[in-house]
Nanobody
Framework: QVQLVESGGGLVQAGGSLRLSCAAS????????MGWFRQAPGKEREFVAA????????NYADSVKGRFTISRDNAKNTVYLRLNSLKPEDTAVYYC????????????????WGQGTQVTVSS
């Protein structure tokens, strides 16, 4: 069992930056691929970024490529999402998720979820 707790969300102006963190409990964190998803008001939850167990492979949604960076520190049981050049359309609740395995992306591929952290980008 892996428990996930996100932090780092907040209110930022367009063009600004944030770094989200997701702290994981449990000794199996380093064996899990990790992902970030987001859900804007009235919209479906969507994939943002993922990183494999070692940090050697990453995937990004087209909408965030070049602006967001996912990384992890297995010694600290933490995964990060750096959000640069933020836009108002990035406003959403951001969720951290964990899974065994690697490959196709989607909510159904993930086994563990955090409670989410709110990111609000003002224009």
């Amino acid at each position: 069992q892996v428990q996930l707790v996100e932090s780092g969300g907040g209110l930022v102006q367009a063009g600004g930056s944030l770094r989200l963190s997701c702290a994981a409990s449990g000794r199996t964190f380093s064996s899990h691929a990790m992902g970030w998803f987001r859900q804007a008001p009235g919209k479906e939850r969507e994939f943002v970024a993922a990183i494999n167990w070692s940090g050697g492979s990453t995937n990004y949604a087209d909408s965030v490529k070049g602006r967001f960076t996912i990384s992890r520190d297995n010694a600290k049981n933490t995964v990060y999402l750096r959000l640069n050049s933020l836009k108002p359309e990035d406003t959403a609740v951001y969720y951290c998720a964990g899974r065994l395995g690697w490959g196709r992306e989607g909510e159904g591929e993930y086994d563990y979820w955090g409670q989410g952290t709110q990111v609000t980008v003002s224009s």
